[in-house]
């Protein structure tokens, strides 16, 4: 309850008892009661009408403006005071962060119509009370204003930009349209814009049908290319896996060939010296002769020489160069065999190479 209300209360409880008073003495006769008691109520009745009124109390998130015989030359911030009301008027505005939610229509770059709704959040400057008061009057003329000057701002932005950009950048295009009517929003309206949100834009039923089936055909394609690189891959990986069992296949068929040509060549190798080992123990001559060949592998060539002897030990002899001969097959060529007065067998000095 304010102070000027209490007064009001207490002014007109006391006025009464003198005016009752003043009835009782002049009913008793009383004419000297009456006249003091007549004028107390007189006095205080004047109070009633006078003071009470002329307290005034400004709330928490008002500001009022003094008009002295109508003319607006004090601010009051949050407080109580007196000021004699016939000759003080108060005018209040709400000087919190007002909400202003403002829906319009616009279009884009490309002529596609679009209904945009928006919420506008300005304070009042409290310190341009004054102004405010000479020039808008209320706060209402003043948010119309506002109200414009955002439309304008908002309209004139998103014109720059085609509709399909604009859905595709509608996060980053809100901001731009706050910087925009923050600064057409001069100092001059006495408001400060606190934010400014896009919270919806509405493009027709038949351009949202087109974006709709151009996002599907667009993820078609994608889903499409998706399958095809997918199907490439496993592909190469299918081929990549046959190349390499073919590989190890072929490698082992490599490996288990040249180990039966190892095979042959021991043999060989073995069936050569063993019928050297024969000639010697049979007391043939044996001579040997280091020789290269032309990819410069060294071996050893063994001339047994027949001279006297007989035919069957020349025929044992001979038996074993055969047979070396047919272990030979590795390479495909029989080695050099000279039969006659001598042989000759020619030895690799390495039977690896």
Known sequence: ???GTILGILFFVVAAICVFVAITSIAKKKSSGAKISAIISAVFIILLVIIPQSF????????????????????????????????????YYDATVQNMEVATQAYSKDAQTMNIAMTVQYQIDSDKAIKIANQYGSIETLANRIESIATEKAKATLSSYSA???????????PLVEETIKTAVTEEYCVNIVAVVLTNIDFS??????????????????KAEYEKQTAIVNAEKELEVAKLQAQAKL?????????EIEVARAEAEAIRLKS???ARAL????????????EGVESISYNIDFT?????????????????????????????????DSATVMIPTNPAN
């Open 56 to 91: 005034h109390t400004v709330e928490s998130g008002q500001v009022a403006v003094v008009k002295h015989l109508g003319e607006a030359n004090n601010i009051r911030n949050a407080g109580t005071y007196f000021d004699f009301w016939i000759t003080e008027q108060y005018v």
């Open 283 to 294: 007391g043939f001559n044996i001579t040997e002769t280091k020789v290269t060949d032309e």
């Open 164 to 174: 399909m950009n604009i859905i595709e950048t509608r996060s980053s295009i809100s």
């Open 205 to 222: 039923d038949a351009f949202e049908k087109t974006v709709e089936d151009k996002m599907i055909a667009e993820q078609e394609k994608l």
């Open 308 to 340: 006297g002897k007989s035919t069957e030990e020349i025929n044992v002899i001979t038996e074993y160069l055969k047979y070396e001969a047919y272990l030979a097959k590795w390479n495909g060529e029989l080695p050099s065999v000279v039969t006659g």
């Open 251 to 259: 490698e082992k068929a490599k490996a288990d060939a040249e180990a």
């Open 1 to 3: 309850m304010s102070i």
């Open 276 to 278: 050297i080992e024969v």
